[in-house]
């Protein structure tokens, strides 16, 4: 586990934009694993900025998302496909053909999953996992459990992810219940995982994932087994780790 503990939220943006700028110019076919949120805006934001000045293209490169909200399509602000597009895709050449959500409105959730994990399977293994982690230790749509799924599920939302998450939406009745996430295992699978976490509110977290038991009580604390875990956290949330 390679820990790094920026003093600015700048700093770190930079250096994760050049860890995965730096992959995709090294090997421009690569496979990256993306995730949303709050946590990887500025770094989506520096991508942007690399590739208006020309450093990198992402013409060839693969992108595969860690979940997708069940119910909301590609046009609902609130969609994490919406917020790639918004974010990074609509603004770098990424082909669209290369671009994989999972499709929260598909008819047939389950077959929606096996589908995402074929792709994966033929695409992959993933070369870079961006991932930022949940107040309470959930990585993707992960939620602490008895057990965690390894491959792409339709998993339950619990409570304190839907609160977390409400400040995107209108009343709490429109945070949906569901999503659908790549499971642990195809996280674990990524030859490269960057963990990144900001703010005072993901210290004790990001300590007791990295520091913690390996539980399924906080799935991020699985990252620790990781043979290429690079965690990047901003003083803040690197706080309780110095
Ligand atoms: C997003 C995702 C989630 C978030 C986590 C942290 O695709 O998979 O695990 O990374 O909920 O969210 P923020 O960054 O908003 O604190």
Not at 27 to 35: I, Q, S
Not at 78 to 93: A, G, K
Not at 102 to 129: H, K
């Amino acid at each position: 586990m390679n820990v790094t503990i920026f003093s600015s939220e700048h700093e770190l943006n930079e250096a994760a934009a050049q860890l995965i700028a730096g992959l995709v110019i090294a090997k421009p076919d690569a496979v990256l694993g993306l995730a949303t949120g709050s946590t990887p805006i500025g770094i989506y934001r520096e991508l942007r900025r690399a590739y208006e000045r020309n450093i990198v293209s992402f013409r060839r490169v693969r992108t595969f998302n860690l979940d997708e909200y069940v119910g909301l399509g590609e046009n609902h602000p609130q969609s994490y496909r919406h917020y790639m597009n918004e974010h990074l895709f609509r603004h770098v050449d990424v082909p669209p053909e290369n671009i994989h959500i999972p499709d929260g409105t598909a008819a047939d959730l389950a077959e929606e999953c096996r589908r995402y994990d074929r792709l994966l399977d033929q695409a992959g293994p993933i070369d870079l996992q961006l991932l930022g982690i949940g107040h309470n230790g959930h990585i993707g749509f992960n939620e602490p459990n008895g057990e965690l799924a390894s491959r792409t599920h339709v998993t339950e939302l619990n409570a304190q992810t839907r609160n977390a998450n409400a400040r995107f939406f209108q009343t709490m009745d429109e945070v949906p219940t569901h999503a659908i996430t790549m499971g642990v295992g195809d996280i674990l699978k990524a030859k490269t995982v960057v963990l990144v976490a900001k703010g005072a509110d993901k210290a004790d977290i990001l300590c007791r994932a990295l520091t913690g038991p390996i539980t399924t009580d906080c799935p991020a604390s699985l990252l620790q087994t990781h043979p290429h875990l690079i965690v990047l956290a901003d003083a803040e949330a690197g706080r309780l780790l110095r």
